[in-house]
Each structure stands twice: as structure tokens, then as C-alpha cells.
């Protein structure tokens, strides 16, 4: 396939991906991918365009996760043809600026040699053929894993981290690697060192961040499930933005009610930090979940009437914008009107408790967690050598008013503010006997793209004070307490604004009950339904 130059600084390193291991999975006797694929010599030649093509390009950038493998596993759709698709996608949407890799060549001799096992009827994992997009942020072994930021450029792993392992293992296709906010360290994804991402719903705004280019590639249909991460709103922000569905899964105190491993993905905070699920469909979701979690519960959406959502207004419905907020209460009208409860009740004290926590508990953690990511992988830098390098001015200054975070000011956050936080949901879930609060996830539309990184925000038409780390501040509002309490969290699209953007309502839950929540959403979605999607140029 012939590649055009993509704007902003992408490297298209198929060939290298197949010599190095990264995707090295034609061999039987793989790490990866044992048993999922033949040995190489079980090559077939392409099938693009064979009987086994039912499917026009253009329809197949549209399938659903559940739906691309099942047309796979039926026949009527052939795995190099859904990921040359995919493919033509992303080149086609190249000004978005979504994707810092693209995994060319090895996406397509690894769907050959997926049809060829197929044909063959040898064994296939259960993610066979699937397309995955990733953050930048989560190591690949033998793809350069940049975290975003000029410093660590040239620094390509040697092994991958086990969430992405585990979904290669099950045959899964890694199309990409996605540009986001520098550092993870932001919501916008105007990343100075890699080119800002645009939204494909307007490419004027934002995306949301840290997880920008992952959504934004989803939306714009370059493949239909990817992994982002997820601190304090990275994942959640850019779901809601950009009109796909984000499951931050369970941390709760890192021990077992963490749900996914952090091993191998750059870090912002050790006690927040969790890579989490996009995708358009909650089914699809669900399907990644399984994988990654190993929990093969049943997930099925409950009844409306057996559901009980709280919704909290004085501190999460308060400040939004008005149309987000009238067209996130028309969602919960609906729900209503379906038999689903909804508390009103108030979480008391929920900010003051997360301001006394979030911050100081973060940049701590960074200056504390990176250079030991660094060592334990391998990179060729030092963490000073990697902050001397950053780009981005709004990153700058978060950095910079990070080192004043003093020590007793992280023990008071870690063993008095965040206890505080978690009891204060725990009464609340209990006492209240809800599922689940609700509320809207951002309280915005996509902001416009600021190219000098003043932190411009306007809610209600009105402009918000403080600069970058306000506007930051101001766009996690409503997902930071959650996070920040190692609670899962789903943010779901519910609607598109006058102006065409999309609106996300978020709903978290108590700890280790994700799919509770997973069913939950599943509901909640078939109630609401879906967005359309956005308008790309061809």
C-alpha cells in the first residue's frame, strides 16, 4: 500500500514491526500469539477481494468490535480486507493528526497469515482480527513508545505491556499508535512536540486529552476498540468529547480491585493511574473487558426498573454549561420515563475533599513514579533529561508547580484526604442504595484548539479565569473525585449539541463493580441510543 507523507511527525514502521517482535506473531511459538496464527510458512497470498468480501470498504470502517468478528468468523468477511479498510481510513484522515504510528505492513501480513490459519481451520484466538488502536503512552516492544513528549522519541521498548500483550495474544491487530497530550499530563491534546489533534467532529476543537488520539481515531472510524489511560479524567474526557464510549476501570487501593495492570505504561500517579477501554459500542467494551480482566461474567443490561442512579446536583450538575446540562437531564428524563429510579441526593463535601487530595497526591506521584518506569523498561534517558525536553507550555508549568508539592502535603492527601474521599462514596452508595451516581461528564463541548496554550475556556458564553491549569481543572471537574477515590467510571454519548458536538453522561460506581456498571450502560444505551457519527471529508 502506498504512503503518503501524514502531517505532523508519523512514522509508518510496518516492516519494523514484523522483524522485531513487536507484532511477532507468525511463528507458533510466539509469546504473543501461541497457537493463534500458523508458522510463517503457512503464508496465503491476499485475499483482498476474494469471495469472502461481502463487505464495501467504506461499510466496514463502520462495523462494531462484535460485528467485524463475527462477519470474520462466518466467512463473509476476510480479515485483510477489513484491516486494509481500516488502513485507507486512517491515511484518509490523516489531518487529524490522530496517530503518531501506523502499523502499515504488519497489520496487513498479520491479517494474511489470520486468513490463512482460518482458511485452514487451524486455531484462532478469540480477538482474531480484530483492529486495536493504543496510546503512545503504553510500551510496544520494538515501536518507539513516546508518552508524547520530544524526550523519549527514539525510545522503542523491548517488551510490550501485558494489556496490550493479552489482546495480541488473542489475535488482536495493533493498527496504531495514538498521538495524545504530552506527558498525559492535560485534557486538550494540543501536544506542541506532535501537532495538536482535531476533533473529527469539528477540526477546529479539541479532542479532550490525555487520550485524544485514541478517541478521535475511533470516531473517525480507523478501528472500533482502543486502550487509553487514565489518571484523573484522560480517557473519560476525550470519550465524552468525541462521541465514543470510556470505561476507567477499578484501582481502588492498587491492590486486587485494580482490574487492569499498569506494568509497562508511562505513569502519572501509581495510586490513580489505570489504562481503560474506548470504544463505540458498550458491548464493545464489554468484549475488551473480558479480555483483559479475565472476568467472564455475564454481562446483560438490566431492567430499567431495577435500576437506581444518584444524581448529585449541587457539586456535579452545578457549573455546566446550560445546553450540556439540559441535554444530559433530557437523557435522565428518558431514563425516567423507562422505569429507571433516580435519587436526588447530594454528596457532601465531595470537592473540597477531592481539592484537598487530587493535586498534591498526583504530582508527587509523577516525580516519584517516572524515573522508575524509565529504569525498569529500559529507556536510554533520565526523567530530568526527558522534563528538559518538554514542548508543551501548559505541561511546562504543570511541571513546574508540581516540584512544590512538598511531602507532608502527599502523606496528608494519601492517608487523610483520599481515606476521607473513599468513605464519603461508600456512605453515600450505601445509604443512598444506588448503583451508580450520574451526571454529565464534561461540563463543555469541545473547546476550540488554543494555539497559545492560554487555557481559553468559556462556559455559558462566559470566559473562565486562571489560564491552563484552571481551564484543566475545569474540563476534569466532574470526573476527577472518582478517579481520585479509585472508582469506575463510564462515560457514555448521549447526545450532539445545536452546534453538532458531542455530549457525554458519565456514571461511576463503587468499587469492583464494573460490571455492574457494564450492565448498566448497556441499558442506559439502549434507552438513549446512539450519536450520529461525524462528517469526515473523504
Known sequence: MKLKQPRGRREFIGAALKTTGALAVVSSTSTLLSGCVPPESATAPSVAGTTHRTARSGHQADLSASEALAQMQQGHLSTESYIAALLDRAQSQQSLNALITLNDTGALDLARRIDAARSANKPLGALAGLALIINDNIN??????????????????????????????????????????????????????????????ALNRIPGGASGGT??????????????????????VPAALCGVAGLRPSVGNGGKERRYSTVGVAPVSHTRDTVGTMARSVADIVLIDSALSGDETTVQGLPATQIRLGVPRD?????????????????????????????????????????STSTSLTMFELYMDFPGYLWETGAPHSFWDVLAQVKSPDVQALLKSGKNVTRDQYLKALTVGRPNLV??????????????????????????????????????????????????????RNVDPGSCAGLPGLSLPVALSAAGMPVGLSIDGPAGSDRTLLSLGLTIESILGSIAPPQLAA
Open 140 to 201: 510496544t516492544a520494538g515501536v518507539p513508545t513516546s508518552s508524547g513528549t520530544p524526550g523519549l522519541r527514539d525510545f522503542t521498548p523491548t517488551v510490550s505491556a501485558p494489556v496490550l500483550q493479552t489482546l495480541l495474544a488473542k489475535g488482536a491487530i495493533l493498527i496504531g499508535k495514538a498521538n495524545m497530550h504530552e506527558l498525559g499530563l492535560g485534557v486538550t491534546s494540543n501536544n506542541a512536540a506532535f501537532g495538536a489533534v482535531q476533533n473529527p467532529y
Open 215 to 236: 478517541a478521535a481515531a475511533l470516531a473517525a472510524r480507523m478501528a472500533p476498540v482502543g486502550l487509553g489511560t487514565d489518571a484523573t479524567g484522560s480517557l473519560r
Open 315 to 355: 457539586y456535579f450538575w452545578s457549573g455546566v454549561d446550560h445546553e450540556v446540562a439540559t441535554l444530559c437531564q433530557n437523557a435522565l428524563d428518558k431514563l425516567k420515563s423507562r422505569g429507571v429510579t433516580l435519587v436526588e441526593a447530594d454528596l457532601p463535601d465531595i470537592g473540597t475533599l477531592t481539592r
Open 423 to 476: 468513605r464519603a462514596y461508600a456512605d453515600y452508595f450505601s445509604a443512598q442504595n444506588v448503583q451508580a451516581i450520574v451526571f454529565p461528564t464534561v461540563p463543555v463541548t469541545a473547546p476550540l484548539i488554543d494555539p497559545s496554550y492560554s487555557g481559553a475556556l468559556s462556559i455559558d458564553g462566559t470566559p473562565q479565569p486562571g489560564g491552563s491549569q484552571a481551564a484543566l481543572n475545569a474540563l476534569t
